[in-house]
């Protein structure tokens, strides 16, 4: 199972959580969800890794933190796929009804701030799905 991996420093450990900073932009020449995943465009990131592990990091310590290909592609499907989906749907949808163009485009805004409140209320069991591993 091929995985994507970044290189970065712990900044902090909680109980059975490790918060890691992404330093290394490196890692993201050779990978081919670069463009989509956001990790490249961005200088400093934060990632929270739960493993019941945690106690064998420290603060400063270099470590690398994955995630599998199939776990990075659902991620930007929810992301980034599914909103914009949401969005021209109801766009489409309200002009259809015969709303303005403006109001339609408000239709489609607010629908895609309540699929990701739904995404915020449903993070729980995102996070059971998409996780991050961590090794030294």
């Known amino acids: 199972m091929e995985r994507i991996e970044h290189s970065g420093v712990v900044k902090s450990v909680d109980s059975g959580r490790v918060f890691v900073e992404i330093t290394s932009q490196s890692a993201c020449g050779g990978c081919s969800a670069r463009s989509a995943c956001g990790m490249s465009e961005a200088a ?45 749907c109801m766009v489409v949808a309200a002009l259809a009804v015969g709303m303005s163009e403006g109001w339609a485009a408000l239709a489609g805004l607010v629908s895609v701030l309540l699929y990701f409140g739904a995404l915020w209320l449903g993070r729980h069991r995102i996070e059971e799905k998409i996780h991050f591993t961590i090794s030294k």
Do not use: C, N
């Open 44 to 88: 400093r990131k934060v990632i929270e890794v739960r493993t019941p592990d945690a106690a064998q990091y420290a603060p400063g310590e270099r470590v690398v933190v994955a995630v599998t290909r199939h776990m990075g592609a659902t991620a930007v499907v929810l992301a980034y796929v599914v909103p914009f989906l949401v969005l021209i």
